[in-house]
């Protein structure tokens, strides 16, 4: 028998847009919608660590996260494999066709994966990996290990439905969805956290509006209200919170910022020493010297050939715009106006992206959404935005009921 009061699942959706429920797309997500604790609008923080926000309660400029990969050469999982990065570096320059970089890639993966805190080199350059680590996934994460993290809250967490970036993820959705119905019964386990991914798939590839889209949230729909019947015939008195954890934004323009940051690394020799990182809508830079006045000069220079598509920001405004002030997250920064992305970046050489997340939260396409549903859950609906960190205090509510008999007796 299990010693504790309820079992809860986590539905995490990912980019799925809280205005995606509706009697036309989700029939059976808007039905459940009218039967449960409803929170139509979330907004999570600017950046791209939401599993921490909902997994710990904090936002980004309390948890210090922004961006999944920072730089970090003191905890970086690679600083002792240098010479190794130097030849996968060497290898990939002699083999220049994009074939043969992912098979390299695929390589280098299938050696470091198993190493603690490892991540997919994806198209970062081998020789930058030695100063990065993971930020929300590292070894020292919040979600493994502060004591406000669901994980420490919970008695067992059922850990092989959900994702992070140092392990791989388990099979597609519908698999891990099934992972959890066979465990249900497990005593060991009484948090399950699920990983539906389709959507943040689609909407990269096709666009967050595209008729594809909106055929695959009718498939959403159908799986998650199937598995939610499996699920309280298995456990009656589970409670499920489904949560769209982010939106999606149209892409309506690309710029190649990559290939300036050469030629202005060519063209001025007292800017020459500096490092990149570059993801989908953010832009970072780290100087070797002269931090402070390299950043600002750098800064000019871009402004004033992309003003129409972001604005940089120095270290020194950070906090002013949503950044945790950290020079693990650069000297200087380049944020992407909504619509906009970098393209290429070090996550995706494809310049056929459809739509993008990690924009500031200020428009209906970033929000998320949550239902809670159980036995006894009472109807509400709040239309929000409410900040996404309001999901932690949520799943505890129901983790824990000290009016509970059972509770009582721990």
């Known amino acids: 028998m299990k010693n504790y ?14 205005d995606y429920i509706n009697k036309n797309d989700t029939p059976n997500i808007f039905k459940l919608s009218k039967k449960s604790e409803y929170i139509s609008s979330l907004r999570p923080s600017f950046g791209f660590c939401e599993r921490t926000e909902i997994l710990t309660g904090k936002s ?4 210090g996260y922004f961006t999944a990969i920072a730089y970090d050469p003191i905890n970086s999982p690679y600083k002792d494999y240098k010479n190794s990065l130097i030849f996968f570096s060497a290898l990939e320059s002699i083999f220049r066709l994009q074939i043969f970089k992912k098979i390299i890639r695929r390589i280098f993966w299938e050696i470091f994966k198993n190493r603690e805190a490892t991540f997919y080199p994806f198209n970062i350059p081998f020789n930058d990996l030695s100063n990065l680590s993971l930020t929300e996934d590292g070894v020292n994460n919040l979600i493994e290990n502060s004591d406000d993290s669901i994980y420490k809250k919970a008695q067992g967490v059922f850990k092989d439905a959900t994702t992070d970036m140092s392990s791989p993820l388990k099979g597609d959705d519908k698999y891990r969805l099934n992972l959890v119905l066979d465990n249900l019964k497990n005593t060991n386990f009484q948090f399950y956290p699920i990983y539906v991914s389709r959507m943040d798939s689609i909407g990269h590839q096709y666009g967050p509006n595209s008729d594809i889209a909106r055929s695959s949230l009718k498939y959403i729909d159908k799986l998650i209200i199937d598995f939610i019947n499996a699920a309280q015939e298995i456990d009656e008195d589970c409670v499920l919170v489904l949560c769209g954890d982010h939106g999606m934004t149209d892409v309506t323009n690309k710029i190649n910022l990559e290939k300036s940051l050469i030629k202005i690394k060519k063209d001025n020799n007292s800017l020459a020493n500096f490092n990149y ?7 970072r830079f780290w100087f070797n010297e002269n931090q402070e006045q390299n950043a600002k000069t750098l800064s000019k220079i871009i402004d004033n050939q992309f003003n129409k598509f972001g604005k940089s920001i120095l270290l020194e405004d950070f906090e002013n715009n949503d950044i945790p002030k950290s020079r693990k997250y650069g000297d200087l920064v380049f944020i992407c106006n909504p619509g906009t992305i970098i393209s290429p970046d070090f996550f995706n050489l494809k310049s ?3 739509g993008m997340h990690g924009y500031k939260t200020f428009e209906e396409s970033t929000y998320g959404f949550c239902i809670t ?3 006894n859950t009472a109807t509400s609906m709040q239309e929000g935005p409410l900040p996404l960190t309001h999901v932690h205090s949520i799943i505890s509510k129901h983790l824990y009921d000290v009016s509970d008999p059972i509770s009582n007796e721990r």
């Open 373 to 375: 549903l159980s036995k």
């Open 352 to 354: 056929d992206i459809r």
């Open 5 to 18: 009061n309820k079992n809860v699942i986590l539905i995490l959706l990912d980019a799925f847009r809280g």
């Open 277 to 283: 990182f570059l993801d989908s809508t953010i832009a």
């Open 60 to 63: 980004s400029k309390e948890t």
